[in-house]
């Protein structure tokens, strides 16, 4: 059970955070979000993002080849607090799913405890853009047509294999299509792409 006062003093310290690093919610911008994943590995209900890459995603999502798509977002900006509990999470699942390699992937996916240690000891301000930790850094899983609610397939969820990679599938498939909409459309408005994960993009700027 968490207590009262720590964890009034948890949101405090994030909502501090937010307003130092000018992150904003994401519910209040024209997007389509997916909290499922907030909900199941964080607790939480909204996704915040600073505001720059917002702006950014926003001018990127009107490039895509119909009015009616959005981008559907499934993460954004990480607390300390919400990258440890992804931490502690992830490493349970691995060590039961992967046995072998569950330190590996570990430090693939979330940076494992060595990128915790990591972000105590660095200002938020130096640390990379590819971090969910920064502000800067989004996943996008999806593009949905409002209309119609059809969606584009991306491949869905990690298979934590090179499957993830964004180039993986020929440009011939409809995966392989749709992935390059996503990437062509990103990387011509200052985001790059995290290689093993499709739907992983920082902001780095036009
Ligand atoms: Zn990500």
Redesign the pocket.
Known sequence: MYDYRNEHMYKFIKICEEIINDIVDLKNYDFVLDLSKIKEELGGNSIHLNRETVNALLKAQKELPDNDYRFIIS?GYRSYEDQQKLNDLMKKELQKSHPDEWEKLLNDYTGGDDYLKYLRDTDLNKLSRMS?SSGY?V?IIGIKNISTGEELNLGGESKLDNSDRLDYYSKDTEIGKNRKILGDILKNNGFKNIEN?Y??WGYYGS
Do not use: I, T, V
């Open positions: 993460s969910h850094a996943d994960e739907w992983h």
